[in-house]
């Protein structure tokens, strides 16, 4: 019995499922997750020593490699001045001004702990705001595990939510309406009944967590639209997408201003932090410059706040962004070459350093319903393959992958040789 198989029973007995968030464990492709030791630049190495390329890069943020020289120096520089003081530093005001010049519709910005808590009190603000209770989101988007997101609607048409999770109650699912993503008209159809009603659109302006699913022309600025038509909030959840697709996200790629946007994952280095921000006038709505409850005993903390500011400076380097869409795009193309070559129906999608893979004969894939009728079982076989191979993906279909700056030329090219082999077992 390998070490990880030993440590992932030993943890499932004092841990639920053996981890602290549940993708980890392997569920959907089956097998037992490596435990990590450590990791450095483009390679994870795990409890007995074996070393993988890394294209999950802890699901985000690891967009300049892992134990990036930068950002441990800077925690190295402020963990021996105090860990948290649960007081005003002049670090915060360094990472929102930072954030706020690269995302420019964040004109004011609140640092949270996680990308849950920055959508979770995006939406209390938009309620607030529109004094209106229902948000719509997108079937098979992700934003956190707050009681109202982890809502999805049936097949079809949009319709009231149903909890996704036991513990929702039914009132809350009640408030949360959903789309299929790409479809404007169910959006139009929806506000034309209940317009009135809709505190906000959230919606994750690339959906990267039915695996990486692109926005179609005019979809984002059909949101737009209808939101200034209805007075409804647009919330573009960039916790994915934030400093990953561009520099300034998904809305300075696609240009689109949204009222409010959600941060998370590269914006902490590796740390837990996330953000929210946005218009002035809705962002002074939160307290204590406002009535709209919102606190954090280790929000904006030294150490998180240090992580991101060395981030922030790293992918401000020139040509940071240009250098990883051309080696993502070196990756991405190699694979489908070779699984064109041995006839392995598939769709690459890619967006800058952020890519999908489905194993599908379909020709587009738009939304979940599309996502889901990928071949699961070669997906898992394509997994274990190339884990075996030494390349860690992530463990699902319904996932992103991601590259960093660490990764280079000749570690692409082995991962490509790696397909390569991998291929050929999957017919
Ligand atoms: C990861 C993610 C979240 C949740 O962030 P956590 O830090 O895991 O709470 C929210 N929205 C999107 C789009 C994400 O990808």
Redesign the pocket.
């Known amino acids: 019995m390998s070490l990880s198989q030993k440590l992932f029973d030993k943890a499932k007995e004092i841990i639920p499922g053996g981890v602290n968030?549940p993708v980890r464990a392997f569920k959907s492709v089956g097998g037992t997750p490596p435990f990590i030791r450590e990791a450095e630049g483009a390679t994870i190495t795990d409890v007995e020593g074996n070393s993988y390329t890394d294209y999950v890069g802890s699901?985000?943020p690891m967009i300049a490699g892992h134990s990036h020289p930068h950002v441990v120096k800077a925690i190295k520089s402020v963990v021996e001045k105090g860990t948290s003081f649960g007081a005003p530093t002049h670090a915060e005001i360094y990472l929102a001004q930072k954030i706020s010049e690269i995302v420019p519709s964040m004109e004011m910005v609140r640092l949270v702990?996680?990308?849950?808590?920055?959508?979770m009190s995006a939406l209390r603000l938009a309620r607030a705001a529109t004094k209106r209770d229902i948000i719509l989101k997108f079937e098979g988007?992700?934003?956190?595990?707050a009681d109202s997101?982890l809502v999805k609607a049936g097949s079809g048409a949009a319709t009231f939510g149903v909890p996704d999770s036991p513990g929702i109650t039914a009132k809350t699912a009640e408030d949360t309406l959903n789309c299929p993503y790409n479809d404007l008209e169910a959006v139009e159809n929806l506000f034309s009944q209940k317009g009135s009603e809709i505190a906000a659109i959230i919606v994750?302006p690339i959906?990267?967590?039915i695996g990486c699913v692109l926005p179609k022309d005019g979809f984002l600025e059909g949101l737009r639209k209808i939101c200034d038509n209805y007075g409804s909030i647009l919330i573009f959840?960039?916790?994915?997408?934030g400093f990953r697709v561009a520099r300034g996200g998904a809305q300075s790629y696609y240009n689109i201003k949204p009222d409010l946007t959600?941060l998370?994952?590269i914006i902490g280095g590796g740390l837990?932090v996330?953000a929210y921000g946005g218009r002035r006038d809705l962002m002074e709505q939160i307290s204590p410059s406002g009535p709209v409850y919102q606190a954090g005993t280790l929000s904006g903390n030294p150490l998180a706040t240090a992580a991101g500011l060395a981030m922030m400076k790293i992918i401000s380097a020139p040509n940071f962004y240009e250098d990883l869409d051309k080696k993502t795009q070196r990756l991405t193309v190699g694979i489908s070459a070779v699984l064109s070559r041995v006839g392995i129906p598939h769709l690459g999608t890619r967006v800058g350093s952020m890519f999908g893979l489905f194993f599908t004969d379909l020709s587009v894939v738009e939304n979940f319903d599309h996502a889901s009728k990928s071949n699961i079982n070669q997906f898992n076989r394509w997994f274990h393959g190339m884990l075996n191979e030494g390349v860690y993906l992530a463990p699902s279909q319904y996932e992103?992958g991601f590259l960093s700056s660490a990764h280079n030329e000749e570690i692409i090219d082995e991962t490509i040789a790696a397909a390569s082999k991998v291929a050929n077992t999957l017919k």
Do not use: I, Q
């Open positions: 968030s699901w985000g702990n996680s990308g849950t808590e920055a959508t988007c992700y934003h956190g595990h997101l994750e959906a990267g967590n959840d960039e916790v994915m997408t959600t998370g994952k837990p996330g992103s």
